[in-house]
């Protein structure tokens, strides 16, 4: 069951908000703010607090930045994708086992393809982008329904 | 053009497109993605010079109207025997056939005949690729991106000499039409929920025309 999405661009603000499903809990907007800014910085500084370097301190198959990749909780999953802009997707999900990197990589491609080529969204502002929204529901109702089998 | 010139001295917007053998089509292809970008930045480049929505659209049609005039000529070249369309019915089965496989790479969805009005005509896209990757902001909210695609029409219909007004709706699709759009649209991540209408309202002397021939 995913729970939320952040998306948070180069800079630290956050671009996009979503609760995927009714477990979510309800945040606030002052509260999505501060948590993608310190998800943002955390991020960061586990780079240097890391007791192992990547070469040149970027992932070389991705080009993503070194810094957090998944975050393990009791009954709960937080998986972030940095792409080579810098850009992060955080999602959030309560089943412990299942490897989020496919639905972040789709999520991904949805922001490529719905709000990139948009010519009405300026490049590191909030998304409301009206086809973002649906492939993001649409989304995560074909991976719940994929689950749930 | 450059005769003489070796494509490596050309610039690079006068070479032709490659022709990749693992494709089929053996016209150059080029990336939707591609397209998609530059017509974004087409968008934003007029949006950025206008004060209103009619006057945005009104720039992509001129925009498109100079592609349709020379599609013509190039698809009249290309085809082996092409013998000049003076039926009003056969121009608009050339531009919802030939011009739109040209340049989209299938036929159009389907033409119709407006009920209510003699001189108007509808060509109807499911998937028109200006469209595909772009929502209109709410408070834009009557501006259809597709007017370059009804600029081109207009340019084609013109240069064939039939001029016309061609406008761009869009309209909502029902169950079956999405049905038969979603079956079409491999390449897109969320299913469209309307389709695109071009509609192209004739001038009096064609339609005098196209009767006096049909006696």
Redesign the interface.
């Known amino acids: 069951m995913f729970l939320t999405l952040f998306i948070v661009n180069s800079s630290g603000g956050l671009v996009y908000t979503r609760q995927l499903s009714p477990l979510a809990p309800k945040i606030n907007t002052n509260d999505s703010l501060r948590i993608a800014s310190t998800l943002h910085s955390l991020h960061a500084i586990a780079a240097e607090a890391a007791p192992v370097k990547l070469p040149g301190n970027k992932n070389p198959r991705t080009g993503a930045d070194d810094g957090i990749e998944v975050i393990e909780a009791g009954g709960m999953i937080m998986q972030c994708l940095q792409t080579r802009t810098g850009m992060k997707f955080i999602i959030s999900s309560t089943s412990t086992k299942d490897d989020l990197s496919e639905i972040l990589r789709n999520l991904y491609l949805l922001y490529t393809e719905n709000a990139l080529k948009n010519p009405f969204y300026e490049l590191d502002m909030p998304i409301k982008v009206d086809l973002f929204n649906r492939g993001v529901d649409l989304l995560v109702e074909q991976f719940h329904s994929g689950n749930m089998r | 053009m450059n005769y003489g010139r070796s494509n490596a001295q050309m610039n690079i917007l006068d070479r032709p497109l490659p022709k990749v053998a693992w494709r089929s089509n053996d016209q150059g292809t080029v990336s939707l993605?591609a397209f998609?970008?530059l017509?974004?930045?087409l968008?934003?480049y007029h949006?950025n010079k206008v004060t209103s929505i009619s006057d945005l659209e009104r720039r992509l049609e001129e925009a498109g109207y100079n592609v349709g005039l020379k599609a013509v000529e190039l698809a009249a070249f290309r085809s082996k025997e092409y013998k000049r369309e003076t039926r009003l019915m056969s121009i608009l089965h050339f531009v919802s056939g030939t011009i739109w496989k040209s340049l989209f790479g299938r036929a159009a969805d389907s033409l119709e005949r407006s009920i209510d009005n003699d001189d108007e005509y509808m060509i109807v896209d499911y998937m028109p690729i200006t469209s595909s990757?772009?929502?209109?902001?709410s408070d834009?909210g009557q501006l259809s991106?597709d007017s370059y695609i009804s600029g081109i029409i207009c340019g084609v219909l013109q240069s064939a000499g039939f001029p016309a007004r061609v406008t761009a709706h869009n309209v909502a699709m029902d169950e079956n039409e999405m049905a038969n759009a979603v079956a079409s649209s491999n390449q897109l991540?969320?299913p469209r929920t309307e389709k695109a209408v071009f509609l192209c309202k004739f001038s009096r002397e064609v339609l005098q025309r196209d009767a006096a021939l049909e006696r």
């Open positions: 993605s998609a970008y017509f974004s930045e968008v934003q949006q990757y772009i929502s209109v902001p834009l991106v991540l969320v």
